[in-house]
């Protein structure tokens, strides 16, 4: 039984070692097949890896920058009353149109009239005491002084009844600018305060857009520029011009707001919107372009990988603008270099090329 097991244990290992001599020599053949080190010591040639390609020349480039941006009333203002008061008239309906000075709201004044009326009788009494005070001085028959208090009365009475005049104006809120209104929140025969809001007025034609860019651009960037933006739900190209920048950047974002006035005349534009700016600096003559996929970033350098009498050589590039799919190079290539676009994370330098599609 002894021998039997004796046995089968050296077939097994036989077998084990057959195998193992088996794989080293399938290695040893694909090494030689393509071109590797068939073992430590002895010399191979260098594996070729198949690659994409492309060849660097010039192109007109716009250079534009993208932002978000919003847009705004160019004029926007809560109707308020500026005195409590009870709403007796409301003469606007909602959502229409109105021009400056028109009367949208009318408060309960008849208080206010019954004030005026009696400030002017005081002071028509006033008046008349001060004129009987004036004969009785001339012949010395009352003191200077009567005089004088009479007619601080008269001065004091016109003081009240141009204050009461005001407030009886606040109780009409007219229209400060032309616009449109919003929606209504009240009715007639509401009490209102001071923090009430009857409802809002809007200038909508134009408007203002404000958005951001990144601080770089500031120089770039003056008064008078022209924007181009879409909104939401509309495939139509609208325009406008910048006419305020900020002078400070922002410390969080580091970008610089701006704001844009754009016609709306045709009211399709609406205060609230999402709008996708462009705005388009200059043109770029002889901007040299590349795939983006061929820049390698580093810690501290750019580097793409060019072919150099058929093998990979890195170099270091400076980039300027970017596109969707590629990237400007501003140094480091000449019009005419190879730039390799595929497999590089695979090259090391030195090593041997062969291209599957050169662009």
């Not at 009567?146 to 005049?165: C, I, K």
């Not at 009857?198 to 770089?216: G, N």
């Not at 603008?321 to 994370?345: A, C, F, H, K």
Request: zero cysteines; charged letters at 25%.
């Amino acid at each position: 039984m002894a021998i039997t097991k004796k046995t089968i244990r050296s077939i097994v290992l036989l077998a084990a070692a057959g195998t193992v001599i088996f794989l080293i020599y399938k290695k040893i053949a694909v090494n030689k097949a393509e071109g590797e080190p068939a073992a430590p010591g002895r010399k191979g040639g260098s594996k070729t890896l198949l690659t994409d390609a492309w060849v660097v020349k010039t192109s007109q480039l716009d250079q534009t920058i993208e932002a978000s941006g919003t847009l705004q009333s160019n004029e926007e203002v809560e109707v308020k009353p500026e005195i409590n008061g009870r709403i007796t008239h409301l003469y606007f309906k909602e959502g229409t149109s109105v021009r400056k000075g028109d009367l949208l709201v009318k408060l309960y004044d008849e208080d206010l009239k019954a004030q005026l009326q009696k400030l002017k009788l005081q002071q028509q009494l006033a008046k008349t005491t001060l004129e009987r005070q004036e004969n009785l001085l001339k012949i010395n028959g009352i003191s200077q002084q009567d005089v004088d208090v009479t007619r601080n009365q008269v001065s004091a009475y016109q003081a009240d009844m141009e204050y009461t005049q005001t407030q009886l104006q606040k109780t009409e809120l007219r229209a400060p600018f032309s616009g449109k209104l919003g929606l209504r929140n009240v009715s007639e025969g509401a009490i209102m305060s001071s923090a009430s809001v009857i409802t809002t007025l809007q200038q909508i034609d134009p408007l203002k857009m404000d958005f951001a860019v990144a601080e770089k651009y500031r120089n770039a960037i003056k008064n008078g520029d022209q924007v181009n933006f879409y909104v939401a739900g509309d495939n139509k190209e609208y325009k406008g011009s910048i006419y305020a920048i900020d002078p400070k950047i922002d410390l969080t974002t580091r970008t610089v707001k701006l704001r844009a006035i754009v016609p709306n005349s045709s009211s399709v534009l609406f205060p609230g919107s999402f709008a996708k700016v462009k705005i388009i600096l200059k043109d770029l003559p002889d901007a040299m372009m590349i795939p983006s996929q061929a820049v390698i970033p580093g810690t501290r350098n750019k580097n793409v990988i060019v072919a150099s009498e058929g093998k990979a050589k890195f170099v270091v590039v400076e980039t300027g603008l970017r596109t969707e799919s590629t990237v400007q190079i501003t140094n480091g290539l000449q019009p005419g270099d190879t730039v390799i676009t595929t497999g590089i994370l695979q090259l090391k330098p030195g090593m041997p090329l062969k291209y599957n599609k050169i662009q």
